[in-house]
């Protein structure tokens, strides 16, 4: 199984809105509405902010949205403020009770 | 407060045996399908294996099929994985996460551990 292809990096000055691709097959991304978003700061363990294509956890702020087209999943971050700096990272169901995960993307807040 | 709690990383020479262990707190640990998740220095996250909440059902990774052997004990409340034929490429740092799809409907990782390190090395 072959990781998901993010952009190595997104950067956006704050306030501005970013969004990150990840893109799978059809045999993960696109046959599933099982794709969630992870957010990870450095020497921290992933934090969840977006699971089922589009739904956000309890706590996690209404600025972090996701979508799907295809094969494709998007992670848009609106009103980029400082904290939201960090490596992000797409995660997909790819049958047979497997999981795989992006490549990753380092967001920078200039 | 909800809680997992990795230990039993460490140095290992190529072709060792190493027991990874997860301590699970403040949720019923006996209700969740629970994973390992592990990433290499400076890498991405790489899922490893996953087992269901009364061990019935069980997979791996292509990558450590054969090699490790994950379980669980829930009157412990612990979560382990037995790595065995260590090789270089399983350097990384191993979370354990929990899957919260067949008790909250939410499809997804959603609590995660701080992770330990496993070293291979001659």
């Known amino acids: 199984q072959s990781a998901l292809t993010q952009p190595a990096s997104v950067s956006g000055s704050p306030g501005q809105s970013i969004t990150i691709s990840c893109t799978g097959t059809s045999s993960d991304v696109g046959s599933y509405n099982l794709v969630s978003w992870y957010q990870q700061h450095p020497g921290k363990a992933p934090k969840l902010m977006i699971y089922?294509?589009?739904k956000r956890p309890s706590g996690v702020s209404n600025r972090f949205s996701g979508s799907k087209s295809g094969n494709t999943a998007s992670l848009t971050i609106s009103g980029l403020q400082a904290e939201d700096e960090a490596d992000y990272y797409c995660?997909?169901?790819?049958?047979?009770?497997?999981?795989?995960f992006g490549t990753g993307t380092k967001v920078t807040v200039l | 407060e909800v809680q997992l709690v990795e230990s039993g990383g460490g140095l290992v020479k190529p072709g060792g045996s190493l027991r990874l262990s997860c301590a699970a707190s403040?949720?019923?640990?006996?209700?969740?399908?629970m994973n390992w998740v592990r990433q290499a220095p400076g890498k991405g996250l790489e899922w490893v294996s996953s087992i269901s909440s009364s061990s019935s059902y069980i997979y791996y990774a292509d990558s450590v099929k054969g090699r490790f052997t994950i379980s669980r004990d829930n009157a412990k409340n612990s979560l382990y994985l037995q790595m065995n034929s260590l090789r270089a490429e399983d350097t990384a740092v191993y979370y354990c996460a929990r899957d919260a799809a067949m008790v909250q409907g939410v499809w997804a990782f959603d609590i995660w551990g701080q992770g330990t390190m496993v070293t291979v090395s001659s």
């Open positions: 995660c997909s169901y790819a049958g047979s009770s497997s999981y795989v």
């Open positions: 403040g949720f019923t640990f006996s209700s969740y399908s």
């Open positions: 089922e294509v589009s």
